[in-house]
């Protein structure tokens, strides 16, 4: 392969193992690349590149006093909740449908509604965000409208408001009947930081919790909790290691006792049904 068809390859891998955080560019960069090289080419080339970058995790990383992120590892690449909950969202694309409503931004709603979404609000707290179309609180369900969405996708929010079943029954409220509410719920994670846009960093979960908590609204055979997580990988993100610094098997190893995020895809019913 001459130098020209390689280096945008190893651009490439070098992108897609340790995502960018720079409005878009990466993805441009591998659309372009992609569109120019054959994927019997870039293929296996990026998986052999990704596979080169892995090294193990040296074992000083996981018995300092210190993280060697304090921002889940998003200085490093992805966050490992992360990772878990767009594994969780990709079995669920298919209710992620019609009129959505996503926390902060859309990002996810963008990622795995496609087609299917025929409008798309963001929900924000406070004023100033630029992808915010509504203001509102969902704690009190302030400025949030009823019977208004088919999905709603709650991520990495319910710890951060105090009267998370006030907040439960308002995502109850504002799903249209055969709505889905699709939430994460935080197991294992550092003390958020301050944020004026926050009210408070309050809960951790199981996944008893999440369960219970979710059926006081929904008819218990419409909620489905699935549990990511075990002890390696909570002891990586407590550290601030970023996903791409594990190995698949690790990440996806699932133990019971070690729950780092919980998925909820809870169903609002159709009356008379």
């Not at 190893?10 to 340790?18: D, S, V």
């Not at 594994?87 to 996503?102: V, Y």
């Not at 218990?220 to 990586?236: C, D, K, L, P, S």
Request: glycine share 8%.
């Amino acid at each position: 392969m001459g130098r020209s068809l390689l280096l945008p390859v190893l651009m490439l891998g070098t992108f897609g193992a340790k995502p960018m955080y720079n409005g878009g560019t990466t993805e441009s960069l591998q659309a372009a690349v992609k569109a120019r090289i054959p994927a019997r080419i870039h293929r296996p080339l990026l998986t052999w590149w990704r596979q080169l970058r892995r090294k193990p995790i040296p074992t000083s990383l996981l018995t300092g006093l210190e993280p060697v992120s304090r921002i889940w590892g998003l200085d490093r690449g992805s966050a490992i909740d992360h990772y878990y909950i767009e594994k969780f969202l990709s079995r669920h694309t298919a209710d992620i449908r019609g009129a959505t409503l996503e926390m902060a931004d859309a990002r996810y709603t963008r990622k795995f509604g496609g087609d299917r979404v025929s409008k798309s609000d963001v929900l924000h707290l406070v004023a100033g965000n630029p992808e915010a179309t509504l203001i509102g609180d969902l704690a009190t369900g302030a400025g949030i409208p009823r019977d208004a969405f088919d999905c709603m996708i709650v991520i990495n929010t319910f710890l951060l408001i105090y009267d998370v079943r006030a907040a439960i029954a308002n995502c109850y409220h504002a799903l249209k009947e055969g709505g889905v509410l699709l939430a994460h719920f935080t197991a294992t994670a550092s003390r958020c930081p301050d944020d004026a846009a926050w009210a408070g960093d309050f809960w951790r979960f199981t996944s008893a919790s999440a369960r219970k908590l979710c059926e006081e609204m929904f008819p218990a055979q419409n909620v489905t909790v699935t549990v990511f997580g075990n002890v390696r990988t909570a002891t990586a993100y407590l550290y601030g290691l970023a996903a791409e610094e594990l190995q698949p098997e690790e990440l996806d190893y699932r133990d019971p006792n070690y729950e780092v995020a919980i998925l909820v895809r809870a169903v609002k019913p159709v009356a008379n049904s």
